[in-house]
């Protein structure tokens, strides 16, 4: 097993979206919350326009970028990693990606015994 077991990855198609997105708009973070409609896929904003809660818990960085997700939605998330990809569609009303055709999408997968014991002695840090 490796060093180190990730909390979010992001695949090429995603990355190479962020990285557009960062020459237009500079700093950017995710964050997801969880919920219904815009609330349960990743949202993109400038990082100095979304205020992060003391609740919301760093799950890690894609592409340079700080991911985000509220505590209590990381609470039913937590034995899972995340896999962040961009697809066609459209984005969240107030995310970034929106004008650009595509969108960015969660998709997740259970850790391994291995993977979660790390993570037991690991625990993700809350927002500072």
């Known amino acids: 097993m490796t060093d180190q077991v990730t909390r979010v990855t992001a695949t090429p198609e995603a990355l190479k979206l962020i990285e557009q997105l960062k020459a237009q708009h500079g ?18 904003f400038p ?21 985000y997700m509220s505590e209590s939605q990381y609470s039913y998330w937590e034995h899972t990693h995340l896999m962040i990809d961009a697809i066609p569609g459209n984005g969240g009303m107030f995310s ?17 015994d291995e993977e979660w014991a790390w993570l ?3 625990p993700a840090p809350l927002a500072a």
């Open 27 to 44: 700093d950017l973070l995710f964050h997801q919350s969880g919920g219904c409609c815009d609330g349960s896929a990743p949202m993109c």
């Open 47 to 67: 990082r100095d326009e979304f205020m992060v809660g003391s609740s919301d818990v760093l799950l890690g960085e894609i592409g340079g970028v700080p991911f």
């Open 96 to 112: 970034l990606e929106r004008p650009t055709g595509l969108r960015f999408l969660t998709r997740s997968r259970l850790y391994t």
């Open 120 to 122: 037991a002695q690991h």
